[in-house]
């Protein structure tokens, strides 16, 4: 696992993200001879690679942009997807309620855009393992380059091409990250493959998905009670003697369930 370091030369073959003075953001690959076009003129490729991350470029008609190597939210949000994502938003409550640690053995299920893979994968570490299932091949394939296209070759994660509602094959598993539509098939099967003390988080979007999930957990016994919870972040506008929230805010996305094997 390569992963990406802040500092130092853009090379070709890089993601990078282009703002301009609005703050606006473009993602683009440095490809040499290249073009990038904006209604202000456009910038060659060959003039950003080679400058360092954070640097100022100019169009041909000198308008200003600054460069950077995109974070992990930036790369994600701006990403053409066909599938939804969890959000940033979500993502650091998940590592923090499922107690991810370097050396972890974590089954997640379905990998989608690949995400959530790309931060367990870096929160495990090269000692860790991830296991991924994913019914849909194009899912498993697209999850596959996206977490190639940010963190390189990761020898340390499988992607299997299989239902997880007919079973985990993996035993002494340390947690289990579910983004399914119906989680509650997996509980049986997560009951087998985790360690004592391993946690199971679901994410879910609606109430009545939380309702069988719960339920399902505390019928199959063995788990604490669940909690359940949702993140909201609300932004605020900072400028001069001007503080105040901004007029929207990331609401509901959906809801974190979280339960851990009892001996």
């Known amino acids: 696992m390569e992963g990406r370091k802040p500092g130092g030369a853009l090379r070709a073959g890089e993601e990078v993200i282009l703002v301009d003075p609005k703050g606006e953001e473009r993602m683009m690959t ?10 202000k003129g456009n910038i060659l490729h060959d003039d950003i690679i080679g400058k360092p991350d954070g640097s100022r470029v100019w169009t041909a008609m000198g308008a200003e942009y600054r460069v950077f190597r995109p974070t992990f939210n930036q790369f994600i949000m701006n990403l053409k ?20 640690f370097p050396g972890a053995t974590i ?3 379905g990998i989608g855009w690949g ?30 380059r996206t977490v190639a296209r940010f963190l390189g070759a990761c020898p340390n994660h499988e992607i299997r091409v299989r239902n997880i509602y ?13 983004d399914l539509p119906e ?23 609606s109430t009545i998905q939380v309702k069988q999930m719960v339920d399902r957990v505390e019928e199959e016994g063995g788990f604490t009670a669940p909690e359940v919870f949702e993140v909201m972040h609300r932004p605020w506008h900072v400028k001069g003697q001007s503080v105040r929230p901004v007029q929207w805010m990331f609401s509901h996305s959906a809801f974190l369930i979280v339960c851990r094997k009892i001996s």
């Not at 440095?30 to 209604?39: A, N, Q, R, V």
């Not at 997807?81 to 991810?100: E, F, M, N, S, T």
């Open 30 to 39: 440095l490809s040499p001879g290249k073009l990038f076009g904006t209604h």
């Open 81 to 100: 997807r066909h599938a939804q994502i969890i959000y940033p938003k979500d993502i650091g409550p998940i590592l923090l309620w499922a107690d991810v």
């Open 107 to 109: 089954v997640e299920a």
């Open 115 to 144: 995400a959530l893979a790309i931060k367990l994968l870096e929160a495990i570490g090269p000692s860790g393992r991830l296991v991924s299932y994913e019914v849909r091949e194009d899912f498993a394939s697209s999850g596959a």
């Open 166 to 178: 007919e079973g985990i094959e993996d035993r002494d598993v340390d947690r289990v990250v579910l």
């Open 183 to 205: 989680p509650w098939h997996v509980v049986p099967h997560a009951a087998l493959a985790l360690v004592p003390g391993g946690i199971l988080l679901s994410y879910l979007p």
